[in-house]
């Protein structure tokens, strides 16, 4: 993949080291170095057009191109014959070069983090101070050969090869804490640095002259380097806001440096002591004010990160601080260790709100967090809302996340005092993973992930559940029902989501055996799945708050049959289910009074059946209820009848024609003698009251006399007829009465 790189970068170090090794006649060769630079630029750039972070390869691009204008300066001069110094280009584009060669490294060292701030100028500045001023003593002090330089020589010398020292040191320095100490571009790069900045020194017994051609092959030699290293992306060194430790790093070593070029300077001899006390003394401002710059961001930063990132109630992390723990943990992803996310909810926490107050559900959620920071390190744990948490675990928890999650169930389910009062919260956590070469890398999906498990946990009232794509289509399914149920239970039904269907089960005298009755039950007309039975949508209904749309509908098309069976000389009486939740809603009495009116059925051919959940759960509202509708004559009927419990205590006092005995007890009470008193007592208890008796689930004939020997009054199941349309019932019942005739 690097032979083109590499070769072009050959072809260009050949060309400058002939320009250098034939420098009276050069001028050609700087120009074809100028070019094949330019073509290795441009060749970079576009290899990293597709980088997600490409600011130190365009750095590097520039600083190339910096290189080659001012070699080419250098030639046109020399062909021109012009009275310029023959280095002039060289030197000023060198030195820019080296900017932005210093501005890719802090790029590097800062991806994702924005641009280097006024603070690594500062260091790096202060830096080539530092060195200069010493250089400035140890030539004019003949321990460096650059005797006949004048001080703009030594200058520029000394600043170039302390620009090569600064940038050695900034990419030891950075490609070490990134962790490339076993990359060997990085060491390739740092080895050809070395060896420029010792040719630099070598060169300086040769005279400014030739230590500038050397200069020049060497920084084109690094920077060819350089361009082949990063045809391959750097690694992220950091996510955003975190300041780099090379700053602060080098801001002391600066100013230890420049307090010891002032020392120097003050206890030497040499001639150029001024000048190299003038470097040193700006560079010691530097250091001084960088420090003291440094000191009142870690003030600042320290206050606005906590600010920033920290819940303001609990202390834990905020939606920021979670942002951030996640780009840390998919970079570790990537770099190949799993990572899981817990999502936790406190099941109850709105109790605690609704019976103590806010303020009490504060001290409440003070205390989890207390109890989460105990069981994890502060940085894994964010609030992301009012009492739900998201726990990011990296290696090695994230290999056994149900470790950390048991304890932390365990820890959030102890009891917490609120005033006088002891509560008892319950967590549900759900889990999501993502392992090395699961090929989920985006932070959101794993957190989507988490949050249904969590929903799942808290549905199902577990404690743990892990994410299960089965389990999510089927949430899926169940939102997409849901939608399509609110379109058919509407104020304007829309055709597209099917229709309600209404069979019917009949119910038989057992002492005529004639047909007395029927139940009412929905079906669902479902476009794509035919025929839908009640369990596949009605617990959907109830759970979303469409139950009375749904109860009016089956209201009023069992109210619509029950008078056209009445309009045949066939009246029926229609039994329909209600559900608790109507005995709240202050409006079941109205829709009872205008399905009435609006079908012309008779109110005593309509029984209206509850179960004994519904007098247990609603036990003021119902009995107000079922006065107001035996009021206006519609038959009441107790379904389920010993199923629930204590509703004996509510026989004598409400307003009920008949008890259904539970399919449960009906089908078992042959086999079982227990069984069978219980069914003989609820019908003997049931005839005291004056209430009629209904069996369910009458399937054998055996049953059947058994319950007409106990004297019960109607009975109901498949024996007689499954449940059936409509039509299909009348002629069930055409072919009966001709038979029974």
């Known amino acids: 993949m690097l032979a083109g790189p590499a070769a072009l970068a050959l072809l260009t170090i050949a060309a400058q080291a002939s320009a250098v090794a034939f420098h009276p006649e050069r001028a050609w060769l700087e120009l074809a170095t100028a070019l094949l630079l330019v073509l290795q630029a441009r060749w970079l750039a576009r290899r990293v057009a597709t980088y997600r972070d490409r600011g130190p390869q365009r750095a590097i691009v520039m600083t190339g191109q910096l290189l080659a204008l001012g070699l080419a300066a250098d030639a046109v001069v020399h062909l021109a014959s012009w009275d ?220 606005s990160r906590r600010e920033a990132r920290t819940d303001e109630l609990t202390g834990l992390g905020n939606r920021r601080g979670l942002a951030r723990a996640l780009g840390e943990a998919m970079t570790n992803l990537a770099a190949g260790e799993p990572v899981a996310l817990l999502a936790v909810d406190l099941r109850g926490f709105r109790d605690v709100n609704d019976r103590f107050g806010p303020a009490a559900g504060d001290d409440v959620l003070r205390v989890m967090a207390g109890r989460m920071r105990e069981q994890l390190s502060e940085r894994m744990v964010s609030r992301i809302s009012g009492d739900q948490f998201i726990v990011v675990l990296v290696e090695p928890d994230a290999s056994d996340p149900a470790t950390t999650a048991d304890g932390l169930v365990l820890a959030l389910e102890r009891p917490v005092q609120v005033g006088a009062t002891t509560v008892r919260l319950r967590a549900s956590i759900g889990v999501a993973q993502a392992a090395p070469g699961s090929g989920l890398g985006d932070a959101d999906e794993l957190l989507r992930r988490a949050h249904v498990a969590m929903h799942v946990a808290k549905r199902a009232e577990k404690h743990v559940a892990y994410y299960d794509p089965n389990e999510e289509a089927a949430a899926h399914a169940a939102r997409e029902r849901v939608e399509e149920l609110a379109a058919l239970l509407g104020p304007a039904p829309d055709p597209a989501a099917g229709h309600l269907v209404v069979h019917y089960q009949p119910q038989l005298d057992l002492r005529t055996g004639r047909v007395v009755g029927a139940e ?114 519609v038959s009441l009927s107790i379904d389920d009848f010993g199923t629930g419990y204590s509703s004996l205590a509510y026989l004598s006092d409400l307003p009920v024609d008949e008890l259904k005995i539970d399919r449960s007890f009906v089908q078992r009470m042959l086999q079982d003698v227990r069984t069978h008193a219980v069914v003989a007592g609820t019908i003997d208890l049931a005839h005291r009251l004056g209430l009629r008796v209904v069996a369910e689930g009458v399937e054998d004939e055996d049953t059947l006399e058994a319950l007409r020997a106990l004297d019960c009054d109607v009975t109901q199941g498949y024996l007689h007829s499954r449940p059936v349309e409509a039509s299909a019932l009348t002629g069930w019942l055409d072919a009966r009465t001709s038979v029974l005739g």
């Not at 010792?198 to 200069?215: C, E, I, K, P, T």
Request: net charge negative.
């Open 520 to 633: 009412a039950l929905v079906r669902w007309a479902h476009p794509t799945h035919g025929l839908l039975y009640p369990d596949a949508f009605v617990d959907l209904v109830e759970r979303h708050g469409l139950m009375r749309p749904l109860t009016d509908t089956v209201l009023r098309l069992a109210a619509t049959q029950a008078a056209a069976w009445e309009r045949a000389g066939t009246p029926l009486r229609v039994s329909v289910n209600l559900s608790s939740s109507l005995f709240l809603d202050g409006r079941l009495e109205r829709m009872v009074q205008d399905a009435l009116l609006a079908t012309g059925a008779s109110a005593h051919l309509i029984a209206l059946e509850i179960t004994e959940s519904v007098l247990m759960e609603n036990a003021e509202a119902v009995p107000r209820v079922l006065d107001a509708l035996a009021d206006r004559a």
């Open 84 to 303: 310029v110094p023959h280095s002039a280009g060289f030197v000023t584009g060198s030195i820019l070069a080296s900017v932005l060669a210093f501005h890719a490294v802090l790029q590097w060292d800062q991806l994702g983090s924005g641009v280097p701030d006024v603070g690594d100028w500062t260091n790096a500045l202060g830096m080539v101070a530092v060195l200069v001023g010493a250089g400035l003593l140890l030539t004019d002090g003949a321990l460096l050969p650059t005797a006949g330089w004048s001080e703009a020589q030594e200058i520029v010398q000394l600043v170039q090869v302390a620009n090569g020292l600064v940038l050695l040191a900034a990419c030891l320095s950075v490609g070490l804490l990134a962790g490339m100490g076993r990359q060997s571009r990085l060491w390739a790069v740092l080895a050809t640095s070395v060896g420029f900045v010792v040719a630099q020194g070598l060169a300086l017994s040769q005279g400014f002259h030739v230590s500038q051609l050397v200069s020049s092959l060497g920084q084109v030699i690094v920077v060819s380097v350089v361009m082949v290293a990063l045809h391959h992306p750097l690694p992220s060194r950091r996510v955003e806001g975190e300041r780099p430790p090379l700053t602060t790093s080098w801001s002391l070593a600066l100013t230890a440096g420049a307090c010891l070029v002032l020392v120097a300077s003050a206890v030497s001899d040499a001639d150029d002591r001024a000048l190299a006390g003038i470097v040193g003394g700006l560079a010691a401002l530097l250091g001084v004010a960088r420090t003291a710059g440094i000191v009142r961001e870690i003030e600042g930063a320290n206050q």
